[in-house]
């Protein structure tokens, strides 16, 4: 069988399967049989493939067809100006939380050096990408996940910021090192009850510790706001992505911890996603 008959092959197998994109999705999942670039592919379409090739494409097309996302099938994803390597205890990049890199970059535009905390690095997508725009800032990055932290570190060498960057293993609540100018968090906060009526892909493959934000949704968000009060600078800010609906039980979570908010921001859908505030 050859490259295309394959792919075609793939995507029909996947569009039959209910997958949203299935030719572009086979395509991806092809280089990554065959671990070449799109434009290989397309050049030589009528390439046949050796009997292994074939066999790990099918494989890879049989995954994806039961819902498992592609970033985790060929562990990547691209994120803000960079691709980041993803494992199944990441939860995968997505195009709203860019919305943070912005907002970030927008207020620190005429600092020099700062000092940042992001509580749940993940992947590292968030803190590593502003480290990588900024160069004399300082990041630290805690999860309670080691492997989080394992891949991060992988990121952090890929992106050439290790030298400013420090990752500890840590539960929010048990963290106390230094004081920090700016602190991120992208924190859990879907309903425990909702975990159930997300996308098959989220709901049975990504992360429950990434997405679970207890019974209301705030459990994980409390926490973050709570500890960053703590942490954060007399004057400093805290950056903090919140679920569509929960706003207005943020805002006042942040104002009984001395928050002043400076301003809320939408996503690419126009929901509330992200507010801004500060330590008076």
């Known amino acids: 069988m050859n490259i295309n008959s394959a792919i075609i092959q793939g995507a029909k197998d996947l569009k039959d399967r209910f997958i949203k994109n299935p030719l572009l999705d086979s395509e991806i999942l092809m280089t990554q049989a065959i671990q070449k670039d799109r434009k290989y592919i397309l050049v030589n379409s009528k390439k046949d493939l050796n009997k292994k090739d074939l066999n790990t494409f099918q494989k890879l097309i049989k995954k994806r067809s039961i819902g498992k996302p592609i970033a985790y099938l060929i562990k990547k994803k691209f994120f803000w100006n960079s691709e980041f390597i993803v494992s199944e205890d990441t939860l995968i990049p997505r195009p709203d939380t860019e919305l943070v890199i912005e907002i970030v970059l927008a207020l620190t535009a005429n600092k020099k050096k700062l000092n940042i905390l992001e509580i749940g690095v993940g992947s590292g997508c968030i803190l590593l990408s502003i480290l990588k725009e900024r160069k004399s800032f300082y990041g630290t990055g805690i999860d309670i996940s080691k492997s989080c932290i394992n891949i991060s570190k992988l990121n952090a060498i890929k992106l050439k910021v290790s030298s400013k960057l420090k990752l500890y293993e840590s539960d929010v609540d048990k963290f106390t090192l230094g004081k920090y100018d700016l602190i991120i968090s992208n924190p859990p906060y879907i ?90």
């Open 191 to 280: 309903k425990k009850t909702n975990l159930k009526y997300l996308e098959r892909d989220v709901a049975k493959f990504e992360p429950k510790l990434a997405l679970d934000g207890g019974l209301d949704g705030l459990s994980a968000i409390r926490q973050v706001i709570k500890k960053s009060s703590e942490l954060i600078k007399k004057n400093g800010r805290l950056v903090i992505e919140i679920g569509f609906d929960q706003k207005m039980k943020v805002i006042s979570l942040l104002k009984k911890e001395g928050f002043y908010i400076n301003e809320t921001n939408k996503d690419l859908g126009y929901n509330d996603r992200c507010i801004v505030c500060t330590k008076n």
